[in-house]
């Protein structure tokens, strides 16, 4: 009979999208015996779900049957195994892995800022990854106490224009809840959005005559909200 045993690699965990640092290793041998070369060994990992890519798969034993794959985690976190075989009736090995979440960085900005009241103003989330990953699913803004939830588009970026903020500051901040391989981050626009008003500003005016001591009347049209 044979005997494979796993000689390395076990109970690692990485970062989704990366590479695990040390290679999964088994050794394949007669029961009782010396390593068998030349043998080749089949590394399988979840077709599904939390996964890795295995590169020389399958793995061919050397002069002391030793054989060795490199996994990296594919883009979904949680655990799984990864099953080392031969052919031939060979006993299997099962390795534990884990891709853990990888972290985000949410970035937040209003353009114009300050604006003046009546003006629209556009709010911009743009959110990273430490891995390359391009984040999916939600944000929410919190303008004032009001939240908006919005999709970020395939760049991970949401943005939120609005043309109705009453004159002052108000306080924004923005959460990302993260997905099946990110982990959610937020921030808030330091300063807030600021809202002036229009300075008052006379648009027309009729001409009138008067007479010293008599009632009279003109009209006059201003715009502004100060």
């Given at each position: 009979g044979f005997t494979l045993v796993k000689t390395g690699g076990d109970g690692?965990?990485?970062?989704?999208?990366?590479?695990?640092?040390?290679?999964?290793?088994?050794?394949l041998s007669e029961t009782g015996g010396s390593g068998l070369p030349?043998?080749?060994?089949?590394?399988?990992?979840?077709?599904?779900?939390?996964?890795?890519?295995i590169t020389?798969?399958?793995?061919?034993?050397?002069?002391s049957g030793n054989a060795n794959a490199t996994p990296t985690a594919n883009g979904t976190s949680g655990s799984y195994t990864v099953t080392a075989s031969g052919s031939g009736g060979t006993p299997s090995a099962s390795f534990g892995l884990t891709n853990d979440k990888a972290n985000t960085t949410t970035a937040l900005d209003a353009q114009p800022n300050p604006s003046?009241?009546?003006?629209?103003?556009t709010l911009t989330a743009t959110v990273?990854?430490?891995?390359?990953?391009?984040?999916a699913g939600t944000v929410v803004f919190t303008l004032d106490a009001t939240n908006?939830?919005?999709?970020?588009?395939?760049?991970?970026?949401?943005?939120y224009v609005t043309d109705t903020l009453a004159i002052g500051m108000h306080a924004v901040a923005v959460t990302y809840g993260g997905d099946a391989g990110l982990n959610g981050s937020s921030t808030t626009l330091s300063g807030g959005v600021v809202v002036a008003g229009i300075a008052p500003a006379i648009t027309s005016a009729n001409q009138a005559t008067f007479t010293v001591g008599a009632a009279g009347s003109f009209?006059?049209?201003?715009?502004g909200d100060p």
């Open positions: 690692q965990d990485t970062l989704i999208n990366s590479a695990f640092a040390a290679p999964l290793q088994v050794n030349g043998a080749a060994i089949t590394f399988t990992p979840p077709s599904n779900g939390a996964s890795a890519s020389s798969n399958p793995a061919t034993t050397d002069a003046v009241w009546g003006q629209a103003v990273t990854s430490n891995v390359g990953l391009t984040p908006i939830t919005l999709n970020l588009n395939t760049n991970g970026i949401a943005a009209t006059l049209t201003a715009t």
